[in-house]
């Protein structure tokens, strides 16, 4: 496991994302991503979950396999990192919803560490 954390403000923009959570992303398995509130996949995806009107970003797996979809849960929370809802659905389709998370900063340490390992 990675000790060097991906995001150096991760716990200060999101007091109360759980500590599995939070770990998770650090360490990249899990990912993070803002809701992108005007995409039309957005409000589809609102009426069917009313929750998400809430939704600040989405935490879900960048390592799912297209094939297996069926089986992964995407985890919205609101802005305070606090959970709305999981939601495991095929047919919701984010593409076009997710953005990179504003105010969210990257480790220099991190970079430079992923950059070694990629060489």
């Not at 953005?99 to 560490?113: A, H, K, P, Q, S």
Request: aromatic fraction near 12%.
């Amino acid at each position: 496991m990675n000790k060097i954390l991906k995001y150096e403000n991760l716990t200060d923009r999101f007091p109360h994302l759980q500590d599995g959570l939070c770990n998770a992303i650090q360490n990249d398995f899990l990912e993070i991503k803002k809701v992108n509130y005007t995409c039309p996949t957005y409000g589809k995806a609102c009426k069917k979950y009313p929750k998400l009107e809430y939704a600040d970003c989405v935490i879900y797996s960048p390592f799912m396999d297209k094939k297996n979809h069926d089986y992964e849960t995407f985890i919205f929370i609101d802005s305070q990192g606090g959970i709305l809802e999981h939601i495991c659905d095929r047919n919701l389709n984010l593409y076009g919803m997710l953005e990179n998370v504003n105010r969210l900063f990257v480790n220099t340490e991190y970079e430079i560490d992923r950059k070694n390992a990629e060489a």
